[in-house]
């Protein structure tokens, strides 16, 4: 983890720790934005599946605006 940390420190211009990291990923509050750089870092690629049961895609379909939100949050 200290090689990754250093690396990331480097790539990315900031003087974080391996406790620091450490903590995020025990606490579960390591941010997406970061994750993403730690893939970048280990030549990883994140893959999202989505996919609904018949009961979201019909809440979906009757609630045009909530469809719109997930298609946007999806395509950040």
Do not use: C, H
């Amino acid at each position: 983890m200290t090689d990754l940390v250093n690396a990331l420190n480097e790539k990315y211009n900031r003087d974080d720790s391996v406790q620091n990291l450490s903590n995020k990923l025990s606490r579960g509050t390591i941010k997406y934005k970061e994750v993403k750089e730690i893939a970048d870092i280990i030549g990883a690629k994140i893959d999202w599946n989505f996919s609904l049961n018949q009961f979201a895609l019909a809440s979906l379909i009757t609630t045009p605006f909530l469809l719109l939100k997930i298609l946007l949050f999806i395509s950040i």
